[in-house]
């Protein structure tokens, strides 16, 4: 079975600071997608970044880079000069290549960016 | 615009009775996905389909039921089964094959009363 464990239940961070939300997964395959998905208080899911498993460069997309260690099976979201829009639950996710796209959701991270 | 509906917003629900959630995309997207959220927790599947007049169970699919009679519509019926229904339900769609995520609906709160 697929995992997902995201370890920090709450995290906080100084407006225009930088912050690292953690994710590790579990899977035997070796061809897969990860994502990192953002549910503000409207509780919109909204894809933030998308990393393929066979591409070792990291995604980045503006503020929001990712530190993908395949070996390590860990998929970190580092959000740079954080804003107060920033402010959401955060879900990790991935799915492997034969499963029909279906995503495997770890637990969240709840971000308050304070001013 | 394409995008995903899901109706009502809020819902209640008396003990007993069944309720029918609706999801209704105009993407064409291929595939469908019911997930639950409860309160400071991620996202459990209950039902997918893959293709119209199929659909497989999830991880909780017990006291829920779907069907898939159009590739647009997928809805999810919360049974008098279901013991604790009240959560946040999100309805997804992806297009098979293509591995950039789902688009989600805005989701339908269930409250039981």
């Known amino acids: 079975a697929q995992t997902v464990t995201q370890s920090q239940p709450e995290m906080s961070v100084q407006e225009a600071e930088t912050v690292t939300l953690s994710c590790t997964y579990d899977?035997?395959?070796?061809?897969?997608?990860l994502f990192w998905y953002k549910q503000p208080p409207s509780r919109q899911m909204i894809l933030v970044i998308r990393q393929e498993a066979y591409k070792q460069q990291n995604a980045t997309e503006n503020r929001f880079s990712v530190n993908f260690q395949k070996a390590a099976k860990s998929f970190s979201l580092k959000i740079s000069d954080s804003q107060l829009g920033d402010t959401a639950m955060y879900f990790c996710?991935?799915?492997?290549?034969?499963?029909?796209?279906?995503?495997?959701f770890g637990g969240g991270t709840r971000l308050m960016v304070k001013p | 615009d394409g995008g995903i509906t899901q109706s009502p917003k809020y819902l209640f629900r008396k003990e007993g009775q069944n309720v029918t959630l609706s999801c209704e995309q105009n993407?064409?997207?291929?595939?469908m996905y019911w997930y639950r959220q409860d309160p400071g927790q991620g996202l459990r599947l209950i039902y997918y389909s893959q293709i119209v007049n199929d659909f497989q169970k999830g991880d909780i699919a017990e006291g829920y039921s779907v069907s898939r009679e159009k590739k647009e519509s997928f809805p999810l019926t919360v049974t008098s089964a279901q013991k604790n229904p009240t959560a946040f339900y999100l309805c997804a769609s992806s297009i098979l094959g293509q591995f950039y995520g789902y688009t989600f609906g805005s989701g339908t709160r269930l409250t039981v009363v």
């Open positions: 899977t035997s395959e070796n061809n897969y997608y």
């Open positions: 996710a991935f799915t492997v290549y034969n499963a029909g796209n279906m995503l495997t």
């Open positions: 993407l064409n997207h291929d595939a």
